[in-house]
């Protein structure tokens, strides 16, 4: 999927897919040195790098990942051009506050503190 998508797409939604990669593949590093699992990484990564708090598997880690992709989404949601781009942004940002509504249902039903939530939640 990804490599059809980066074949096909013009530059700046290059950049925002590659940036995806690039986060995914950080979390399968970061959930992988848990186990002994041998993991199996997304092609076709960025070269930039994202500066994370800790180098273990971490709610801080997670939540900052997100937030690197929602902030890429967002600005091209922003954008006022007849393309694909601002409704990707659009998505996004919904799949994010799908994903924090689940989180705090989840929260509220297992009885988890309103800091716990707090933390994991990505605004």
């Given at each position: ?32 040195q ?26 801080e880690?997670?939540v900052l ?6 902030k ?10 007849k393309n694909?781009?601002p409704?990707?942004?659009y ?12 989180l705090?249902?989840?929260a ?6 309103h ?9």
């Amino acid at each position: 999927y990804y490599q059809t998508v980066l074949q096909k797409s013009e530059p700046e939604l290059e950049k925002f897919v590659r940036d995806e990669i690039k986060a995914r593949n950080i979390l399968i590093k970061l959930r992988v040195q848990k186990s002994n699992i041998k993991p199996s990484f997304i092609p076709g990564e960025s070269k930039e790098k994202i500066p994370l708090p800790s180098s273990a598997d971490s709610i801080e880690n997670r939540v900052l990942l997100k937030k690197f992709i929602l902030k890429r989404a967002d600005k091209m949601s922003r954008e006022f051009k007849k393309n694909i781009r601002p409704v990707l942004g659009y998505f996004m940002a919904k799949e994010n506050e799908i994903n924090n509504i689940r989180l705090i249902v989840r929260a509220k039903s297992a009885g988890l503190s309103h800091a716990l939530v707090e933390q994991q939640l990505v605004v």
